[in-house]
């Protein structure tokens, strides 16, 4: 099977400070693939060079064969249509409605009537479970609801790949399992693609097809595959270590 | 044919119809087909019945949302038929809801309502306001009794942004200012050859009225405006709550050295812009040959103390308000982005509108007092 997404010899720096050093991995159509690693390993570092707000310090990543780095123009446009991205703090945007939220990349980049803009916008919402707060404000909604409402917002011109950085930080365990219910329903159902970034062991477990570790020791994949066949058979003590959550001194 | 990508044929079997879909539904060629489904269905009096998707290769989410909402319309017993089973799934997820509405547009307001309410907001506004006038009071008046209590590294700090980093703005506005009213002034003065007055007129009107006045503009739109952005992106962020957990008054943390630093530069920043005017003015009264020993000398009898103290007393009540309301904002500010913008706004607004209000007050009170 082709790679939707392709990460070649990579490297990320801020100011010439190397964060993760030469990293290659392929994620595939309609996985949920997760970026792992303790605070301060460059995951985060790594989506945002994924989704193209960051040029690679040295090599390329490749969205559906296409570089977004050295894309310009119709080019990048066309590649950021095909992705959407979910930020750990939902950003929506607070002078509009959660419809309205929904409706932007529909008014930007369609030609779509008004009414079916209005109705595809709801249909979002009725999906990531926030049918009838259409009208609501972000600062009017919980955490886990700004979460929702901008997987929805990122899903407006259905995207084959989805970026989601660190779903669950700060949510309940309730609300962060629905949460994950959601990612696996849209995975199933639409053939979504998921990239996230996260460190919950529980939703790890849930939601991954797929993982890789990053340890910022060496700036390096430590690890891939599957997280219960890590947790269970990886000889590496610091992936021991974090999928059995013990400190550094156990 | 409705667009190079998707297309709609309408088939009309008795009193019902049919919608054939084919092509590419998808985000970009939805519209045309949607625009021509719903005009059909506004224009006919017949029940849609069939939705065949047969010919349709490709549906995304406006081409599901299409389906979704032509049977919503024709009610649950439309058929949608011949739609991929790749496509199925995703239909699935919006089941048909019989008797379900859309969710109707909420009324727009009577006129008697919207008065009511901006009514309502006014006062709550202004109840809001004399209760910060009166923490703020309290505050001043226990400052003053006990001033080791000031944050004076704070007050220093908002001093020097306030004040140190405003000279250059105050520098060229003071100057041109000067310059202006003298230019103005002179070219009427000339006529009756009494330029050299020129000087009276501009120190009189700088020192007793413009200088505390566009000083006080200008500390509003650049320091009042800063108070109540930092103070709101604080109160967003939740600083404000973890001060009043902390035990830490907002009001003795926040307020009291921006007001410190308010009452202490609005003086010091109008004497700047008094004396940069005037050089200013004595640029153009030098341009008409007189010196500057002659211009030093008319601007000398034209000022008394008296005079400089009428304007210099404006000037700590334009930094009270000034401060006052920039603070005022920003602890009043909601949530999110917009909040924040709204708040600097408003102080701008309030603080230069409280500010002319009160040099009106001040003009009325020296008329009075015959000064």
């Known amino acids: 099977m082709e790679p939707i997404i392709r990460v070649e010899n990579f490297t990320a720096a801020y100011d010439g400070n190397v964060i993760i050093d030469d990293i290659t991995f392929d994620v595939f159509p309609g996985e949920v693939f997760v970026i792992l690693g303790g605070s301060g390993c460059g995951k985060s570092t790594l989506l945002k060079h994924m989704i193209g707000l960051y040029p690679p310090a040295r090599g390329r990543i490749l969205i559906e064969g296409r570089d977004l780095a050295v894309a310009g123009g119709g080019e990048r446009l066309a590649i950021l249509k095909r992705i959407g991205v979910m930020y750990q703090m939902g950003a929506l945007f607070g002078s509009m409605t959660l419809l309205e939220n929904v409706r932007l990349p529909l008014e930007e980049y369609t030609n779509l009537p008004d009414d079916a803009m209005d109705a595809i916008a709801r249909m979002k919402l009725q999906l990531v479970g926030l049918k009838g707060f259409e009208s609501h404000m972000p600062s009017e909604i919980s955490g886990g609801m700004k979460k929702r409402a901008a997987i929805a917002r990122a899903m407006a011109l259905d995207p084959r790949i989805l970026f989601l950085d660190e779903p669950s930080a700060g949510l309940d365990p309730i609300t962060s399992a629905e949460l994950d219910q959601l990612i696996l329903k849209l995975a199933k159902s639409l053939g979504i693609t998921f990239v996230v970034v996260t460190h919950e062991l529980p939703s790890i477990y849930s939601i991954a097809d797929r993982v890789i570790m990053l340890d910022k020791r060496v700036k390096k994949i430590v690890a891939t595959g599957r997280p219960a066949e890590l947790r269970d058979t990886s000889t590496n003590p610091w992936v021991k270590q974090f999928f059995n959550r013990q400190a550094e001194s156990a | ?371």
């Open chain 2, 1 to 371: 044919m409705a667009s190079a990508g998707a297309s709609l044929e309408v088939r009309q079997q008795g009193d019902s119809l049919s919608f054939l879909l084919a092509g590419r539904l998808d985000s970009e060629s939805t519209g045309t087909v949607w625009r021509k489904a719903f005009k059909t269905l506004d224009q006919s009096k017949s029940r849609l019945k069939t939705l065949d998707a047969t010919g349709v290769d490709y549906c995304d989410g406006a081409g599901i949302g299409l389906l979704v909402e032509l049977r919503r319309r024709g009610g649950p017993d439309v058929e949608i038929r011949g739609l991929g089973e790749q496509f199925r799934p995703l239909l699935d997820l919006f089941p048909p809801t019989p008797g379900e509405d859309l969710p109707s547009k909420p009324e727009k307001p009577s006129i008697a309502e919207e008065t009511g309410r901006a009514t309502m907001a006014l006062l709550r506004d202004l109840g809001k306001q004399v209760t910060f006038v009166g923490e703020m009071v309290i505050a001043l008046g226990r400052a003053m009794l006990h001033p080791g209590e000031i944050r004076w590294a704070d007050a220093i700090r908002v001093a020097e942004e306030a004040g140190v980093n405003a000279l250059p703005i105050i520098s060229l506005m003071g100057f041109l200012i000067g310059l202006i009213l003298a230019f103005q002034s002179a070219t009427q003065l000339r006529i009756v050859g009494a330029e050299v007055f020129v000087a009276d007129l501009v120190a009189v009107s700088v020192v007793r009225e413009l200088g505390p006045l566009m000083t006080a503009i200008l500390l509003a739109g650049r320091s009042g405006a800063a108070f109540a952005a930092e103070i709101g992106t604080m109160k967003v962020n939740e600083e404000v709550d973890a001060l009043t957990t902390m035990g830490l008054r907002p009001m003795r943390f926040l307020v009291v050295p921006r007001i410190v630093a308010g009452l202490l530069m609005a003086p010091l920043l109008t004497i700047y812009f008094d004396l940069v005017a005037l050089v200013g003015a004595a640029v153009v009264v030098g341009s008409f040959g007189h010196g500057l020993l002659t211009f030093t000398h008319h601007v000398h009898n034209a000022l008394s103390l008296t005079m400089f103290l009428c304007g210099m007393i404006k000037t700590f009540a334009f930094g009270l308000i000034i401060a006052g309301v920039g603070c005022q904002r920003g602890l009043d500010t909601g949530t999110g982005a917009v909040a924040v913008g709204l708040s600097t706004t408003r102080s701008v607004v309030a603080g230069i509108l409280l500010t002319i209000l009160a040099d009106g007050v001040f003009a009325g009170v020296y008329f009075g007092l015959g000064i």
